[in-house]
């Protein structure tokens, strides 16, 4: 069974431009995270879908993000307009709901590279 | 206070020794712990979950919950040095996000040939 995958694996874009994440969770997983790791920092929640809906965008930084997922599917991750202080690794991770409790496997993630 | 605190190490083990890591909560009312491997450059790798105080087993790996005292950790026994990576420990409150994980900043272990 294939894994967490996320597209690209890496990105460099000027400060102002627009970059936009990829990640395709495990086949029948209907939960989907978005988490960020900014270099010296720990991991930190961005947000939930439970399939096509966001159950918890409470660690979304600002508006410049915005996260769709359509069709309850694969999920994209907008950066418009990107800052220098978005530079960091996003990670997807993908969880079955079983028996209530919530194990979450991670993607690759992409390491954003603003300048 | 950070919700979830880890010893950031590097703590050092020789191969064949017990490895023991160490993550303190804030929150009372968190519910669920992992435990997570980061090899360098590479993605979370959840390698134990527990969800009641005590301990759970999984090969030789051992995690301990302790919610009166509000710290898990995790035993690595006989380790070895493919071993060697940053350890992360991650909780999810009571009553939150059941998705929101909230992680340390991660334990570098390395085990010593």
């Known amino acids: 069974e294939a894994g967490v995958t996320q597209f690209p694996s890496h990105s460099v874009i000027e400060k102002g431009q627009t970059v936009t994440l990829r990640c395709d969770p495990i086949?029948?997983?209907?939960?989907l995270y978005w988490y960020r790791r900014v270099m010296g920092k720990e991991i930190k929640f961005l947000l939930h879908?439970?399939?096509?809906?966001?159950?918890?965008e409470s660690g979304m930084p600002n508006n410049r993000f915005l996260a769709e997922r359509t069709g309850g599917t694969y999920s994209t991750l907008k950066v418009q307009p990107a800052e220098l202080e978005d530079s960091g690794v996003y990670f997807c991770a993908s969880s079955l709901l079983t028996g209530g409790m919530y194990e979450q496997y991670f993607g690759p993630g992409t390491r954003l590279t603003v300048t | 206070q950070k919700e979830v605190e880890q010893n950031s190490g590097p703590l050092s083990v020789p191969e064949g020794a017990i490895a023991s890591l160490n993550c303190t909560y804030s929150?009372?009312?968190?519910?669920?712990f992992f435990w997570y491997r980061q090899y360098s450059g590479k993605s979370p790798e959840l390698i134990m979950f527990?969800?009641?105080?005590g301990d759970k087993e999984d090969g030789r790996f051992t995690a301990q919950l302790n919610k009166a005292s509000q710290y898990v950790s995790l035993l690595i026994r006989d380790s070895q040095p493919s071993d060697s990576a940053t350890y992360l420990c991650?909780?999810?409150?009571?009553?939150?996000?059941?998705?929101?994980?909230?992680f340390g900043k991660g334990t570098k272990l390395s085990v010593k040939p």
């Open positions: 086949s029948g997983h209907d939960n």
């Open positions: 929150d009372r009312g968190s519910q669920s």
């Open positions: 991650a909780v999810i409150r009571k009553g939150g996000s059941q998705g929101n994980l909230i």
């Open positions: 879908f439970v399939k096509e809906s966001k159950q918890d």
């Open positions: 527990i969800y009641s105080n």
